[in-house]
């Protein structure tokens, strides 16, 4: 889920800059107004109207960032989609039945789009608009590293992902974080520019608007990064009613034996090494991880 949920998040902060640039440039040369600054006491803020603008912006920018997931995941990880009626390889042939017959043992009616990725991390993600639209992804690095029930205990996971629906549970709270930065970055701004001439206010407020959205974005993805790991735990019993307990529990220590492996040989330059080593880490960098501790995932399906 790490990789569709940090697709998700910068699309997510690029879709409400380009909104917020673009409706800028429109009521800059139309008789819209876009000030929420009404002057007189206090702060003069137009908070109602701010906060509907907010909510419209804000669940916009989440929705479309949702529309965009599966096509900018496979532009960006470069995903070999699999035609399952076409000529396919006999690895590329076990992942697509593997992918499908997990599926319907999920009960989904729609069988997810399925790809590969080159690369050596050791890792996979789903991704997609909505159960019909949905991707599952692995990457060589995975296929080549572990073996087959492990691999089928990772795709258990990604596909309970999918019939979890987590992609559009994740877009709604996105959503509502989005309605808060962009209420606040813009009571920001407003106290910002009126520290500066007159003149000035204008690009001042502009560019404190864009720097703020960018930052309390940020700072929302703490929430965001949090939920994502209560949805891990989830997605990982999921995985258990799927594929079966012993896989899910296998793949796990599966990838817990590859990141003590990584950190043995400290291979910094690899990009794998990096991306598990970031699951696996605790203090602050550990509140922006989207993956619990493997340790405390491994000993939470145990208890089940």
């Known amino acids: 889920m790490g990789k569709r949920l940090l697709f998700l998040l910068v699309t997510n902060i690029l879709v409400m800059t380009t909104i917020f640039i673009v409706w ?142 987590d992609m559009v549970t994740m877009t709604l709270l996105q959503g509502v974080i989005n309605t808060f930065v962009v209420f606040f970055s813009r009571i920001a701004a407003i106290l910002v520019s009126r520290l500066v001439r007159a003149e000035m206010q204008g690009i001042v407020r502009f560019m404190a608007i864009i720097i703020f959205q960018i930052l309390f974005s940020i700072l929302g993805s703490l929430v965001v990064m949090a939920f994502s790991r209560y949805r891990e735990f989830h997605a990982d019993r999921g995985g258990a009613d799927l594929a079966g307990r012993d896989k899910m529990a296998h793949a796990l220590r599966s990838l817990k034996n590859y990141v003590d492996r990584a950190n043995v040989n400290d291979r910094t330059d690899d990009s794998a090494v990096q991306t598990m080593k970031i699951n696996g880490k605790g203090g602050v960098a550990k509140l922006f991880s989207s993956h619990p501790d493997l340790d405390e995932r491994i000993a939470r399906l145990e208890e089940r």
Request: no cysteine; charged share 20%.
């Open 24 to 165: 800028s440039v429109i009521t800059h040369f139309t008789d819209i107004s876009w000030s929420f600054d009404t002057g007189g006491a206090g702060l003069g803020i137009d908070y109602v109207s701010l906060g509907v603008f907010s909510l419209l912006v804000g669940f916009a920018g989440s929705f479309i960032s949702l529309a965009m997931s599966r096509f900018v995941a496979k532009k960006m990880m470069k995903v070999k989609v699999l035609d399952p009626d076409g000529p396919l390889s006999s690895h590329e042939r076990t992942v697509v039945e593997k992918v499908h017959r997990l599926s319907r043992a999920a009960g989904l009616m729609h069988m997810p789009e399925v790809g590969i990725y080159q690369s050596p991390e050791v890792n996979a993600f789903a991704t997609g608009p909505s159960k019909k639209r949905s991707l599952v992804a692995v990457s060589s690095g995975l296929l080549q590293t572990m073996d087959d029930d492990a691999v089928e205990g990772v795709i258990a996971h990604e596909v309970a992902h999918v019939a979890n629906g």
